[in-house]
């Protein structure tokens, strides 16, 4: 693979235009991932006023992305080890581009949930190439978390943008919220063409595991399309037992066939690792957490006290600008402090930011029972989110990069749709027939305390790599996958 970094030690290495034009470009996947993301909820009534969509046929348009994205995210992360991480990420690329285009111009519910999934499958391929290709073109040290930390940091800004974005374009057409990606998309790949780093497919591999394939992205699909359905058909409902017991008989083959095969899917090898299975953990309850958090939120702000949503975009934008200002400084909190504090230190901002929304009513003051909470959170943000990524792909081998790299998105969309799903069906139950606002404020307070408790579990998470980082030192010396740079001595 050839390298846009100078001929310099890692320390000194100056970041050419070369070099940050690959960053941008892999950076612009990601926020396009979380734009879409974020931009189609508040363009629902629209949508379905216009093509005539029943509620439950809504919640697939939304579904379907999440369906498609966490469902193929371990094999795309291994399909990019295997096939090249250049050439996967850029034809997926362009089908998200294409499917984009799609979903602006079709007239018919069961089109649009299709153009969703494929963009959700396109996404699936994206992120974890995309952070491979970051993972080993930057050396492991003080220049990979620089890239990380504002890799990481375009998700978040993408995912606030998206939110005001979609206030505005919703407000012309809803078609504009779906079609605004596939430009960018297009620029980012012919920009992509010209300066991503080219590389070879992994030469000494042991065959294509494909029955692995098969069962985890069996496994993944049927998981979360079954914790989607949940709060609908009900929890203890047959089918969902069902297809919980389907999802448990699927991984427990998919664990079976990846001990025996000599080319695995996964490596379950990598998952001894404490500090691998803690940064997989964690960015489940972080992320779980504050899908779950911004769900409750955005109907309290809508249902309770009736603001637009443009309103409701602007209430969560600190939390987002505080993340997107933070982006070129927590590299250098990261190399001085180590992942561990940061990530601990984060929880602890962020169950502090949930609890404190505890206490808010039906006449809030923004500024003293909003801002707060939406200041920590995004402070918890700006720390944890680099910090995982960061976490999990320190001290891999190259040819394994892109798998840790979909385990770990893997991990953040499960996450999000498990505990999203809990949230919600404790909302529900709490909920009384024709209650007051002020009954269904006091409803939403259970589904608070579920997503502080999901936080603090990530918090007491990290804790234990305190506690290990204290018991021996956890200084790596690695190689460098770029040319010429030196081996960096890093603090994990």
Same mark, same amino acid.
């Given at each position: 693979?050839?390298?846009?970094?100078?001929?310099?030690?890692?320390?000194?290495?100056?970041?050419?235009?070369?070099?940050?034009?690959?960053?941008?470009?892999?950076?612009?996947?990601?926020?396009?991932?979380?734009?879409?993301?974020?931009?189609?909820?508040?363009?629902?009534?629209?949508?379905?006023?216009?093509?005539?969509?029943?509620?439950?046929?809504?919640?697939?348009?939304?579904?379907?992305?999440?369906?498609?994205?966490?469902?193929?995210?371990?094999?795309?992360?291994?399909?990019?080890?295997?096939?090249?991480?250049?050439?996967?990420?850029?034809?997926?690329?362009?089908?998200?581009?294409?499917?984009?285009?799609?979903?602006?111009?079709?007239?018919? /519910? !069961? &089109?649009?949930?299709?153009?969703?999934? $494929?963009?959700?499958?396109? +996404? #699936?391929?994206?992120?974890?190439? *995309? @952070?491979?290709?970051?993972?080993?073109?930057?050396?492991? /040290? !003080? &220049?990979?978390?620089?890239?990380?930390? $504002?890799?990481?940091?375009? +998700? #978040?800004?993408?995912?606030?943008? *998206? @939110?005001?974005?979609?206030?505005?374009?919703?407000?012309?057409?809803?078609?504009?919220?779906?079609?605004?990606?596939?430009?960018?998309?297009?620029? #980012?790949?012919?920009?992509?063409?010209? @300066?991503?780093?080219?590389?070879?497919?992994?030469?000494?591999?042991?065959?294509?595991?494909?029955?692995?394939?098969?069962?985890?992205?069996?496994?993944?699909?049927?998981?979360?399309?079954?914790?989607?359905?949940?709060?609908?058909?009900?929890?203890?409902?047959?089918?969902?037992?069902?297809?919980?017991?389907?999802?448990?008989?699927?991984?427990?083959?998919?664990?079976?066939?990846?001990?025996?095969?000599?080319?695995?899917?996964?490596?379950?090898?990598?998952?001894?690792?404490?500090?691998?299975?803690?940064?997989?953990?964690?960015?489940?309850?972080?992320?779980?957490?504050?899908?779950?958090?911004?769900?409750?939120?955005?109907?309290?702000?809508?249902?309770?006290?009736?603001?637009?949503?443009?309103?409701?975009?602007?209430?969560?934008?600190?939390?987002?600008?505080?993340?997107?200002?933070?982006?070129?400084?927590?590299?250098?909190?990261?190399?001085?402090?180590?992942?561990?504090?940061?990530?601990?230190?984060?929880?602890?901002?962020?169950?502090?930011?949930?609890?404190?929304?505890?206490?808010?009513?039906?006449?809030?003051?923004?500024?003293?029972?909003?801002?707060?909470?939406?200041?920590?959170?995004?402070?918890?943000?700006?720390?944890?989110?680099?910090?995982?990524?960061?976490?999990?792909?320190?001290?891999?081998?190259?040819?394994?990069?892109?798998?840790?790299?979909?385990?770990?998105?893997?991990?953040?969309?499960?996450?999000?749709?498990?505990?999203?799903?809990?949230?919600?069906?404790?909302?529900?139950?709490?909920?009384?027939?024709?209650?007051?606002?002020?009954?269904?404020?006091?409803?939403?307070?259970?589904?608070?305390?579920?997503?502080?408790?999901?936080?603090?579990?990530?918090?007491?998470?990290?804790?234990?790599?305190?506690?290990?980082?204290?018991?021996?030192?956890?200084?790596?010396?690695?190689?460098?996958?770029?040319?010429?740079?030196?081996?960096?001595?890093?603090?994990?």
């Amino acid at each position: 693979m050839t390298s846009p970094l100078t001929d310099a030690p890692s320390s000194e290495v100056r970041w050419t235009p070369r070099l940050w034009g690959t960053l941008l470009v892999l950076c612009a996947a990601m926020f396009l991932d979380a734009l879409d993301v974020s931009m189609v909820g508040v363009a629902l009534p629209s949508i379905g006023a216009d093509l005539g969509l029943s509620t439950s046929t809504l919640q697939w348009i939304v579904s379907g992305y999440i369906l498609g994205y966490g469902g193929l995210l371990l094999l795309g992360g291994r399909t990019a080890d295997l096939l090249g991480r250049r050439q996967v990420f850029l034809v997926a690329l362009g089908v998200f581009a294409l499917a984009s285009l799609l979903g602006g111009l079709v007239d018919s /519910g !069961p &089109l649009l949930i299709a153009s969703r999934f $494929i963009k959700g499958l396109s +996404a #699936a391929f994206t992120a974890p190439a *995309g @952070l491979s290709i970051i993972t080993t073109t930057f050396p492991e /040290g !003080p &220049l990979r978390n620089r890239a990380l930390s $504002i890799y990481t940091t375009c +998700a #978040a800004t993408g995912f606030s943008m *998206g @939110l005001v974005l979609s206030g505005l374009l919703t407000e012309a057409s809803w078609r504009l919220t779906m079609l605004l990606p596939a430009p960018i998309a297009l620029i #980012a790949l012919l920009a992509g063409l010209k @300066l991503l780093p080219h590389s070879t497919r992994e030469r000494e591999h042991r065959g294509y595991d494909i029955p692995g394939a098969v069962l985890g992205t069996a496994a993944m699909l049927l998981l979360v399309f079954t914790v989607v359905q949940a709060p609908e058909a009900g929890w203890a409902a047959t089918r969902t037992l069902l297809s919980f017991l389907a999802v448990a008989v699927l991984l427990t083959a998919f664990v079976l066939v990846e001990r025996r095969s000599p080319g695995p899917l996964v490596r379950l090898g990598v998952l001894r690792s404490g500090t691998q299975v803690r940064a997989q953990l964690g960015a489940m309850a972080f992320f779980g957490s504050y899908v779950g958090f911004q769900f409750l939120v955005t109907l309290y702000m809508q249902s309770l006290l009736g603001w637009s949503a443009l309103h409701t975009a602007l209430a969560f934008l600190p939390a987002g600008a505080l993340v997107a200002l933070s982006a070129t400084k927590v590299g250098a909190i990261v190399d001085r402090f180590g992942t561990p504090r940061l990530i601990a230190a984060g929880f602890a901002l962020m169950v502090a930011g949930y609890a404190l929304f505890l206490g808010v009513d039906l006449d809030p003051v923004y500024a003293v029972a909003i801002l707060p909470s939406m200041l920590l959170i995004g402070a918890a943000c700006a720390l944890v989110f680099p910090s995982l990524n960061i976490q999990a792909t320190n001290g891999v081998e190259d040819h394994e990069q892109g798998m840790v790299s979909g385990l770990l998105n893997t991990s953040v969309q499960v996450g999000g749709a498990i505990f999203l799903a809990v949230v919600t069906a404790v909302v529900t139950a709490n909920t009384p027939a024709g209650a007051s606002p002020q009954a269904v404020l006091d409803s939403y307070r259970p589904g608070l305390v579920v997503v502080t408790g999901i936080a603090v579990a990530g918090l007491l998470i990290s804790l234990t790599g305190l506690r290990t980082r204290r018991g021996r030192p956890s200084v790596v010396v690695v190689e460098s996958t770029a040319p010429q740079a030196e081996r960096v001595p890093v603090r994990d």
